[in-house]
């Protein structure tokens, strides 16, 4: 198993940027393939990006239009989500989840942080 926590969440203005992290612990973080979703209020999970166990593959959704960084550190048990020009659109809670291989389904992910608000407003 694998226990992830979020954080760098936050409070910004439209046209910000803003850095995520998650912190991993337990099983070998270079195991898993790792993910970030967000869920808006009233909508469904939306697929953020992915990164492969070793970072070599990233993969986005839609909505990051290029605005959106996913990366990985292994030796620090962490990953990120560095997110660039904000908007609106973009206020979720953000959550991080382990897989064992890269995918764009929230199903395919067996372990899952509390995730970390995000607001954009000005």
């Known amino acids: 198993q694998v226990q992830l926590v979020e954080s760098g969440g936050g409070l910004v203005q439209p046209g910000d940027s803003l850095r995520l992290s998650c912190a991993g612990s337990?099983?070998?973080?270079?195991?898993?393939?790792m993910g970030w979703f967000r869920q808006a209020p009233g909508k469904e999970r939306e697929f953020v990006a992915a990164?492969?166990?070793?970072?070599?593959?990233?993969y986005y959704g839609d909505a990051e239009n290029g605005r959106f960084t996913i990366s990985r550190i292994n030796v620090k048990n962490a990953v990120y989500l560095q997110m660039r020009r904000l908007n609106v659109e973009d206020t979720a809670v953000y959550y991080c989840?382990?897989?064992?291989?890269?995918?764009?389904?929230?199903?395919?992910?067996?372990?899952w942080g509390q995730g970390t608000q995000v607001t954009v407003s000005s």
């Open positions: 990164i492969s166990e070793l970072g070599g593959s990233t």
């Open positions: 337990g099983d070998t973080f270079s195991n898993y393939a």
């Open positions: 989840a382990a897989a064992l291989r890269p995918s764009y389904r929230g199903e395919d992910y067996a372990y």
